[in-house]
């Protein structure tokens, strides 16, 4: 067998595996083919049949900026040796066993799939959702184009003031005509549209200073066509230690955040037909329902801020109770990786076990040989999407050293063919870059006919059927 | 960000030490696992942290220090994280108070141990980050108009 002969050669490449097809897949992908030695071969894969992952089913529809970055990724595609087999998913479709038979290296990036619960009675109630799968739906995820939400409710609650809370209260407080011209998903477009909501309130269990949103996130929700925005003065003084802790370390980019969220307080209102309420300093701690096991209030307790030995002010509860009266709750109090079969996973910090993007042996601690991770799955979910890029920069130096070192898998059948071979077989409807391209160019003239940045396939049915091919 | 995101990927293997092993122990764990300082742990929870720079001291002033036990010189006030502390405030305390590591426990049990290292490499993949997010912006924006112009 000559299957320890040096691989990174043009005629025997170093073949690698991408699972999931994210920012950081891709980052990962462009590190590994930018390398000049070894020769590389990447192959991404997708469980959808579409790439750019949250870029595409998390960014807000009405954030199109931050969605240019797919610019970089498609430079990416055009790599001789990149390969994309969207709608092809690890533990359903292949498994890790068959990419061993033909990769070298394999390489994770799947991303952080779950929300966190808030771990509070009534949690369960109907009109209580993670907000995760609100954001899923309006942005035409295929998995969640059946979701239902009660739009009928006036009064909605978002647990969370980090970017995908914020993202969810704009959403909501967005007059039709703003998201007609946005890439929201036909079917979100039409229940917003009916949507009766009229107050939106957004939950931060600690202080202004402390919330996780940027000033431009914030900015803009004072901007919207036919959302007032207040807050509660009281809210947004700072307390002494967030004070001292400001005096002893001056961040300006803090200093504004507060600046702007003490104006909202005296803003006067301006007969919007919607309000949005920003509140800090609040928990939820049960969710209230009726009968019919409907969502009636959320019961909040009121915090104060405390210092830990490190300096960092956490919430603690006063014990005074406040009820507000909500129809529709959704909570956004942070992500979670999910486990993979067949990879080793630590339950601590819902991620990899790894080390350095090196996922390890859950027994001996000690490396795996040929798998890695980066990304959320590796590290939490934590940064923007460029956070990632360094991130993906640490693991392939990993996998560089390692294949220098001869330590990578020795697999049956190193060959793109192979792969296409098995490909076929398990799954018949799986897409390629072509496809996608074809879908996108099929996206964004519809868009341009409708004034919007593209107009989204929702289901796979849709997009097998718009590239003339059947789905079973 | 808080420091959660640092240990996740660590592999979540602490090396700790006993308070009565000897110092020489402890030198050969920082050797072998090539790191700047050992968590002293007794029971379930750390009693202190020794770091080479506290076996550099000793045995400065003595040189027969190797056999006497961690115990004798190690740091007994040592500063405590959590998981949820935040990265920034970490940063900050680490600095101002001249701490190397710090060790993290949640719920009594020891769960990691962050490095001054690790803080500023997380700050500054969090600040190249937002950098080339922004940078890539601005270009595409650019690009575009330029496009359209043409």
Known sequence: MAAHEPV?????????????????????????????????????????????????????????????????????A??????????????????????????????YCTGAQTDRRMGIPGEDLRGSHPATEFVAWYNGHPDFRDCQFDLTKER??????????????????????ELATTDIADYALEALRHSRVKEVYLLGRRGPAQAAFTNPEIKEL?????????????????????????????????????????????????????????????????????????????????????????????????????DLPVGLVFRSVGYKGVPMPGVPFNDSWAVILNDKGRVLDPDTKQPIVGEYTAGWIKRGPTGVIGTN??????????????????????PDEPSRAAVDALIRQRQPLYFSYDDWRGLDGLEVAAGRRAGRPRVKFTSVEDMAHALGRRSE | MNIASLLASKGGNVITVGPQESIRSALGLLAQHNIGALVVVEGRGPVGIVSERDIVRALARTESILVQ??????????????????????????????????????????????????????????????????????????????????
């Open chain 1, 8 to 76: 990174g050669t043009a005629e025997r490449p170093l073949r690698v595996a991408i699972i999931g097809a994210g920012p950081t897949g891709y980052y990962a992908a462009d590190h590994l083919l930018r390398q000049t030695a070894p020769v590389i071969e990447v192959d991404l894969f997708d469980r959808l049949p579409t790439p750019f992952g949250l870029v595409r089913y998390g960014v807000a529809p009405d954030h199109q900026k931050i969605k240019s970055v797919t610019a970089a990724f498609d430079k990416v």
């Open chain 1, 389 to 410: 890029k360094p991130d993906a920069a640490e693991t392939v130096a990993c996998m560089m050293e390692d294949q220098a070192r001869g330590l990578v898998l020795h």
């Open chain 1, 222 to 322: 004072g901007e919207l066509a036919d959302a007032d925005i207040t807050v509660r003065p009281e809210e947004v003084e700072l307390d002494e230690l967030t004070r001292a802790a400001l005096a002893q370390n001056p961040d300006r980019a803090t200093s504004k955040k507060v600046e702007i969220l003490q104006s909202y307080a005296h803003r006067p209102r301006t007969g919007k037909s919607k309000l949005l309420v920003v509140r800090f300093l609040v928990s939820p701690v049960e969710l209230l329902g009726d009968d019919a096991g409907e969502v009636t209030a959320i019961r909040l307790v009121r915090n104060r801020l405390v210092a830990t030995p490190t300096g960092t002010l956490q919430a603690k509860p006063t014990g005074e109770i406040e």
């Open chain 2, 69 to 150: 036990p961690i115990a004798a010189i190690m740091t007994r006030e040592v500063i405590i994280g959590t998981p949820q502390d935040d990265l920034i405030a970490v940063g900050n305390t680490m600095t101002e108070r001249r701490i190397r590591h710090l060790p993290v426990v949640e719920g009594g049990r020891l769960v990691g141990i962050v490095s001054i290292g690790d803080v500023v490499k997380a700050q500054r993949d969090q600040y190249q980050g937002e950098v080339d997010t922004l940078q890539f912006q601005i270009l595409h924006e650019d690009e575009a108009k330029m496009r359209q112009a043409s």
């Open chain 1, 156 to 177: 909605v609650a978002v647990v969370g003031v980090g970017n995908v809370a914020v993202d969810v209260a704009r959403i909501l407080c967005r007059s039709a005509d």
């Open chain 1, 78 to 107: 055009t790599h001789p040796r990149f390969r994309f087999f969207g709608h092809v998913e690890l533990g359903k479709d292949v498994s890790v066993d068959d990419l061993r038979r033909h990769y070298h290296q394999i390489l």
